[in-house]
């Protein structure tokens, strides 16, 4: 069963890929990309989310995508028109599937009725164009897909004689089965399968197309193909929508076994019957040649017959359609005999045939028909299902971490050695240098190829906003609108996952608290309609990811009044507007005065801060009264491996990331002057830069005379600066980000720890948060 | 405190460690005796220093890295408030699981590892709530006092505000 539970998991992988590409193909249809392209994709998500559950049993889930896919096909073929409602209608039909892939996962039951609705509006949409909309069908054959009318007198003569011929023949109806297995051996070879499949109708209800699981067995080693045409009825007796035809399948290859095989028709389990057989001692290549041969002879008369037989029925349109034996499938199964029986015995043992049997001629003489098979779904079904497999596998996210892990020690390793070097070994071991040299390239090389593998758009995450505006511009009956941009750009996947909880809370934020109601909005002459901007681009080491309102503001004298109520600033401090702004992010600060459903249940913007510190970010909110508020979010590249510059604070090690660094001063050359409130500021180059001196700050005591010290001069968010002093600037490295909070608990200024090559632990300085804690200080 | 309630699987090991006793690790702070439970002891190391951590109180005596993760040191002497200990080579410092996490905490010695019959174990007396907060009872061995450690509330409140 764990080869099943295997395949459930690949399956949900798959699906939260399809559900995503349906966010992304509805996001485009939304803003009015109505083209057939995009409805051909949503359509084969769906179809594929479809067929996988039907495979596992997920029988609700199929119910409702059988539904909404029946839709989507009339929108296809423009018999629903593609109206702003119906776009409403998938968008929510795509929520549903979610959910049901959801339950399906977690194994919880959903309402019987979940999704009945839609799925009823799904119903009546379709049948709004008097179609029928399932397996059932029968009765609007006109209408049911593509022409089907004239092409069935054409097949039911065939498969009058064929009948006949079959009868006649003995050969294409069962017994060459059991004559493989009576059979002398011949050959004995491992790896002879004999496959028997019988679909059912609903193997075509759901558009499977045998012809396709042929050709992946095809892949798969060596084929030859029968098909068992014995229980086609005579005309008379022919009904279009049943299946008459079976076959039956010997296949040949060193490197095979039954579960290969079945993972061919894994999708049509179900629909289907399979019997697997592997043939120890039989199955001899003369005995599918021999039962191919004479599929192909039964059907060679058949195609002769058939014409005449059309002749005298002389129908001009049934000749018509005879003479070019290529119209649309009366009935896939029938098409799908026709081809198999005609194209794949010739073209898959016709080589062998050739020396050993006599009249490959007849094999020939039939047209070789166009592949056209069922009609448009598979069509679809078709082109996704052949672009998948090669290009990219699956592994899992464990084994890539290890691998990055080790990497990371690696990287580590590699700088310490050439931290070793010293100059009398550089003059020395000069081919030792090279060879380090040529290490450390080698290492960086590798670790961003490492990196790489983990990249990830943050597509992903952003795909999954949309969905969340709309609700909330239900809930708060404002009009919004979410536009997002760059979501090509790569970040680490453990980025990623963390990132979905803060940029919900932000957008969250946004919409409850930012944009105004359609009324205030017009009264402020502002568009009706707000607009959340969602955006993200790379900025040298950093992801900065921006959520940008046009909505009021951040409503500073709420904020300062609510932040001294509740204790967070002290009465008497008198912070900055940008400070105020950053107070959003305090614990246990929030500003809605009524508790709404959607932000402000007390767990305000501090998840944010807190989530984005824990993978080394930070928050930076800047906003405009009137017009807007944008939140930055400042995200490092990767996790796991920083480049710091390594300094002495009070004799303990302190590394500070160099991404944040602008410049280093020594302290001599640093022009101080002091403030009012006692505190330092810095000039550089005109601009006055507020100092922390850390040994100060974490309260240890200086090692080194002033004048010796340096100033690091880092950039926070927000392109504000701030001027560290510490007692020695050590050098530069790589460093492995540890959680302090995986044994402790977070410290203020302190934003993880690190382990230098001597085993000592060296804590990583916030400066961001060093910076926003100034004015909490001044309150305490 | 659920570790007392736990089974004590190493006292299968001798005749008189029924499932009613309890083997502890004893240790010193100068001459007072403490002890916690043996399976929550982790690892024996001597004490090699540690890096400061700001922003914490005084009893938080930092970081240090064992085999890769990052361990805080609390020192115990501190914690009960006698004042931070001047670690030499010969302090010693225990590393114990408190739920889910490692710590380790820094003491004088470790000086024995004791059966105990969980009946001896003594309310602490009711007075200091210093005491009744950080000791989960009091058991007597060889007529000892042997203070059983609150791991929880020791590394609780290691936060400056908190």
Same mark, same amino acid.
């Given at each position: ?15 939260? +890929?399809? @559900? ?68 409403? =209608? ?194 001899? =290549? ?68 050739? +020396? ?63 931290? #070793? ?10 081919? @030792?240098?090279?060879?380090? +040299? ?17 990249? #990830? ?312 948060? @060093? ?10 | ?56 109180? +005084? ?74 907060? =950080? ?15 609150? =791991? ?11």
């Amino acid at each position: 069963m764990s080869d099943l539970d295997d395949f459930k998991a690949t399956y949900f992988d798959e699906c939260s +890929e399809l @559900l995503n590409e349906l966010e992304e193909q509805f996001a485009a249809i939304e803003a009015g990309e109505r083209d057939a392209d995009r409805l051909n994709a949503v359509f084969r998500a769906i179809h594929s989310i479809k067929g996988g559950a039907g495979a596992f049993g997920f029988s609700a889930m199929v119910g409702f995508a059988h539904a909404y896919e029946t839709l989507l096909d009339y929108v296809r073929d423009g018999r629903v028109e593609l109206t702003d409602d119906v776009v409403v =209608l998938c968008i929510r039909a795509n929520d549903i599937i979610a959910d049901h892939v959801n339950a399906a996962q977690t194994g919880e039951a959903l309402a019987a009725d979940y999704g009945m609705e839609e799925k009823n509006r799904f119903d009546a949409l379709a049948r709004g164009d008097k179609g029928e909309d399932d397996d059932v069908g029968g009765e609007h054959v006109e209408e049911f897909d593509i022409e089907f009318v004239p092409v069935m007198v054409q097949l039911g003569s065939d498969a009058l004689d064929a009948d006949e011929a079959a009868m006649a023949l003995d050969a294409g109806d069962d017994s060459p089965v059991e004559d493989a297995f009576d059979a002398a051996p011949m050959q004995i070879e491992s790896g002879h399968w004999e496959i028997k499949f019988t679909p059912h109708r609903a193997l075509y209800a759901r558009a499977n197309d045998p012809l396709l699981l042929f050709r992946e067995l095809a892949a798969l080693g060596e084929m030859h193909v029968r098909a068992v045409i014995g229980e086609v009825p005579a005309l008379a007796d022919f009904e279009p929508f049943a299946v008459y035809c079976s076959w039956e399948i010997t296949l040949v290859s060193a490197t095979l076994n039954e579960a290969m095989i079945r993972e061919v028709f894994e999708f049509v389990d179900g629909d289907c019957d399979i019997v697997v057989a592997q043939l120890g001692a039989s199955a001899t =290549l003369d005995d599918g040649a021999d039962a191919a041969i004479a599929a192909a002879d039964a059907v060679a008369p058949v195609a002769a017959n058939g014409a005449d037989d059309l002749l005298a029925l002389a129908d001009e349109e049934i000749a018509d359609l005879l003479d070019f034996d290529k119209e649309e499938a009366p009935q896939p199964s029938l098409a799908a005999t026709a081809q198999d029986s005609f194209e794949e015995p010739p073209a898959l043992s016709f080589a062998e045939l050739a +020396e050993s049997m006599a009249p490959p001629p007849v094999v020939k003489t039939p047209p070789k028909p166009v592949v056209l098979a069922a009609a448009t779904p598979s069509d679809s079904e078709e082109s996704s299902g052949r672009a998948v497999g090669v290009q990219s596998i699956r592994v899992d996210l464990d084994k890539v971490d290890r691998v990055v892990n080790m990497v990371g020690e690696l990287v580590i390793t590699q700088s310490m050695l050439t931290q #070793q070097m010293d100059e009398t070994l550089r003059v020395r071991y000069t081919e @030792l240098v090279r060879g380090l +040299e040529v290490l450390a390239q080698t290492t960086r090389g590798l670790q961003d190829s490492v990196m790489a593998i983990r990249a #990830q758009p943050v597509k992903s995450v952003f795909s999954r906003m949309p969905r969340l505006v709309r609700e909330l511009a239900t809930k708060t009956d404002k009009k919004i609108k979410l536009e997002t941009i760059g979501e090509n750009t790569e970040i680490d996947k453990t980025v990623i996952e963390q990132l979905s909880d803060p940029l919900t809370h932000m957008i969250r934020n946004s919409a409850d608290h930012g944009i105004e109601t359609p009324d205030v909005r017009t009264a402020r002459g502002k568009n009706e309609t707000g607009t959340i901007r969602l955006s993200a681009e790379q900025a040298g080491g950093n992801i900065l990811i921006i959520v940008e309102d046009d909505g009021g503001g951040i409503n500073r004298e709420r904020v300062l009044q609510v932040a001294r109520d509740k204790g967070v600033v002290a009465p008497d401090a008198n912070p900055t507007e940008e400070q105020i702004d950053q107070l959003i992010f305090a614990p246990g600060f929030s500003t809605a005065s009524e508790v709404s459903d959607l932000s402000g249940r007390g767990v305000g913007m501090d998840v944010v801060l807190s989530n984005i510190k824990k993978i080394g970010g930070s928050v930076h909110v800047r906003s405009w009264t009137g017009k807007g508020t944008r939140m930055t979010l400042r995200l490092p590249l990767t996790l796991a491996v920083l480049d710091v510059m390594l300094v002495r604070v009070g004799g303990s090690p302190y590394v500070v990331p160099l991404s944040s660094i602008v410049e280093t001063i020594q302290c001599s050359r640093a022009s101080f002057e002091r403030v009012p409130s006692g505190g330092q500021v810095l000039q550089v180059r005109g601009e006055y830069v507020q100092v922390i001196d850390l040994v100060e700050r974490f309260d240890l005591v200086a090692d080194t005379a002033q004048e010796n010290r340096f100033v690091v001069l880092c950039e926070a968010e927000g392109s504000h600066k701030v001027a560290l002093v510490v007692d020695d600037i050590i050098g530069q490295q790589q460093v492995v980000i540890k959680s302090l909070e995986e044994n402790f608990q977070s410290v203020e200024g302190v934003a993880g720890g690190t382990i230098l090559g001597d085993g000592n632990v060296a804590l990583i300085v916030d400066v961001q948060g @060093l910076k926003t804690s100034i004015i909490q200080k001044s309150a305490a | 405190m659920e570790a007392l309630g736990m089974r004590d699987e190493m006292g299968d090991k001798s005749a008189i460690a029924a499932q009613n006793s309890l083997q502890l690790i004893a240790f010193s702070i100068g001459e007072q005796t403490y002890g916690v439970e043996i399976t929550t002891v982790r690892e024996i190391r001597a004490w090699n220093g540690a890096t400061p951590l700001p922003n914490t109180r +005084e009893f938080v005596r930092g970081v240090i890295n064992l085999r890769g993760t990052i361990v805080p040191i609390f020192d115990l002497r501190a914690r009960f408030g006698d004042g931070p200990t001047s670690p030499t080579k010969n302090h010693v410092v225990v590393v114990m699981s408190v739920g889910d996490k490692w710590v380790g905490i820094l003491v004088d010695a470790v000086s024995d590892i004791l059966t105990v019959s969980r009946d001896d174990i003594h309310n602490v007396p009711e007075g200091n709530s210093v005491d009744t907060e =950080l000791l989960n009872g009091i058991v007597t061995h060889d007529s000892r006092m042997v203070g059983l450690i609150d =791991l929880h509330a020791v590394v609780s409140g290691a936060k400056l505000d908190g």
